[in-house]
Nanobody
Framework: QVQLQESGPGLVTPSQTLSLTCTVS??????????WHWIRQPPGKGLEWMGA???????FDTPSLRSRTSIFWSTSKNQFTLQLSSVTPEDTAVYYC????????????WGQGTQVTVSS
């Protein structure tokens, strides 16, 4: 069974770049048909899909975050990483990595989530 685990800083200073890594175990991130997603949930708000990387390394993003988001992977480490630049307090959220198909509605396996607070 595939398991996902997020890691990264719990506190980030405004204007800095947030970097989160998801380590995958029990399966390969290059498995044909798998998409690896980043999703977040700000306090008191719903889930927001941020982007994904597919088994070929092709990435997908959302227009609202495109200018600030980068997703890449390390196949040797079986990890994928989210970088979010120029963070503000509005980027405070629980960040999740997940596995599924192309679209958010297909996500079936989730990491436990990691709290990120943007504050000076």
């Amino acid at each position: 069974q595939v398991q996902l685990q997020e890691s990264g800083p719990g506190l980030v200073t405004p204007s800095q770049t947030l970097s989160l890594t998801c380590t995958v175990s029990g399966g390969s991130i290059t498995t044909n048909g798998d998409y690896w997603h980043w999703i977040r949930q700000p306090p008191g708000k719903g889930l927001e899909w941020m982007g994904a990387i597919e088994w070929t390394g092709r990435t997908f993003d959302t227009p609202s975050l495109r200018s600030r988001t980068s997703i890449f992977w390390s196949t040797s480490k079986n990890q994928f990483t989210l970088q979010l630049s120029s963070v503000t307090p509005e980027d405070t959220a629980v960040y999740y990595c997940a596995r599924g198909g192309r679209y958010f509605s297909s996500v079936g396996s989730w990491g436990q989530g990691t709290q990120v607070t943007v504050s000076s």
